[in-house]
């Protein structure tokens, strides 16, 4: 049972615009959203995080945003650069658990 | 400063060998995770350790054996590994009951 779901393997952008991943969940217990982007063959980095008293949160050219009701969330990046092109995994908890990955998206940025 | 370091970055063991990973924090953090991280998908919980003592074991063979000598160190232990054990062993921290975990650079493990 996938609790967290990244339904576009990959994205692609072009540079100076916006992206937009997205990630749902089934488990209405998920009180706590984060994502994670990650290069290859490092750790993933924690970019950003919401709790579900929220509905966007913003860091610099990064914002999520949650949909509670429809058990959905997004991370716009704006603008989108180069640099940008990881994986991005969005990631849940309930309570403080343990946390409950979806499986990435490839977001490629092209100059 | 959120710096989980883990070492070695890259190792190559065969299957008789036993071998020790290390993670390091020192940002006062009393929960440490192990993940495993294969290409391309998400990363696996292995062991969590709350205040130095394990807490959840992610029903992992007995080949992997972790140890939480104190609160800024942890430690997975190797042995008689598989060659479908090559994967990225990832380290994380947190908080401990903070949600956020922050992930060491892995190390690359090959078992030939």
Redesign the interface.
Known sequence: DQQVKQNSPSLSVQEGRISILNCDYTNSMFD?F?W?KKYP??????LI?ISSIKDKNEDGRFTVFLNKSAKHLSLHIVPSQPGDSA?Y?CAA?AS?S??T????TQLTVNP | D?E?T?TPKHLVMGMTNKKSLKCEQHMGHRAMYWYKQKA????E?MF?YSYEKLS?NESVPSRFSPECPNSSLLNLHLHALQPEDSA?Y?C?SSQV??????????T?LLVL
């Open positions: 706590y984060l994670y063959a490092e750790g993933p980095t924690f995080s994986v995994f908890s403080g343990r946390l990955f979806g499986e990435g | 959120t989980v883990q391309k998908k998400p990363p919980l969590v959840i990225l990832l994380a009951r903070a949600e956020t975990q922050y992930f060491g650079p892995g690359r």
